[in-house]
């Protein structure tokens, strides 16, 4: 329980997305170690927080969710506002979902510090006999825009925590 500890640092990070790539259930795997598998589409949710430790700081990341407004600039401004991290998910199912990456980054960059971690996220990695993003594409997608990059999943939980990680010691490193 966090509410007895000590808080040295809070970050804010934000979740961000196209509809149902997983944001939802990516941030549930970090921050409870679940996947719901009967999940409605979130509706008013603001955030959820995980306190972890680097270098015996006790950091509490306050990660934001989007509420359904996940359509093209339907997120506001405030969404953004403080957010020192950014995981933006595409499916790696979904070829959509990662070709609308780059307005997503537009997004980011115009309503965010300049200097926000952002971290590439393609989800459903369990999926790869529906796959139609190459990792290579993403890889050099991240590496043009600067981004780091990680393939997740969610339901079997692989590379969650180590993605969100990543972005936490990153901007512990900066700030
Ligand atoms: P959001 O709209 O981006 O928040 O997406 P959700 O987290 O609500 O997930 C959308 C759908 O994808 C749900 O049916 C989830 O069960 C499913 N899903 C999410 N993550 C994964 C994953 O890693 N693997 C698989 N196979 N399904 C996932
Ligand atoms: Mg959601």
Same mark, same amino acid.
């Given at each position: 329980d966090d509410n007895q500890q000590k808080i040295d640092y809070m970050y804010k990070i934000i979740v961000i997305g /196209?509809? #149902?790539?997983g944001k939802t259930q990516t941030l549930s795997r970090f921050v409870k170690n679940e996947f719901c598998? /009967?999940?409605?589409?979130?509706? $008013?949710v603001e955030f959820q927080t995980r306190t972890i430790t680097i270098n015996d700081k006790v950091i509490k990341a306050q990660i934001w969710d989007t509420a $359904?407004?996940?359509?093209?600039? #339907?997120?506001?401004?405030a969404y953004y506002? $403080? #957010?020192? $991290? #950014?995981?933006?998910v595409y499916d790696i199912t979904k070829r959509q979902s990662f070709d609308n990456i780059a307005r997503w980054v537009d997004e980011i960059l115009t309503h965010a510090d300049k200097s926000i971690v952002i971290m590439l996220i393609g989800n459903k990695a369990d999926l790869s006999d529906r796959r139609?993003?190459?990792?290579e594409d993403a890889v050099e997608y991240a590496q043009q825009k600067g981004l780091f990059f990680s393939e997740t999943s969610a339901l079997k939980g692989d590379n969650v925590e180590s993605a969100f990680f990543k972005v936490l010691e990153e901007i512990y490193g900066v700030v």
């Open positions: /196209d509809s #149902a790539v598998f /009967d999940s409605k589409s979130t509706i $008013g $359904g407004q996940e359509r093209y600039r #339907a997120v506001t401004s506002r $403080g #957010a020192l $991290g #950014a995981m933006l139609e993003v190459p990792t």
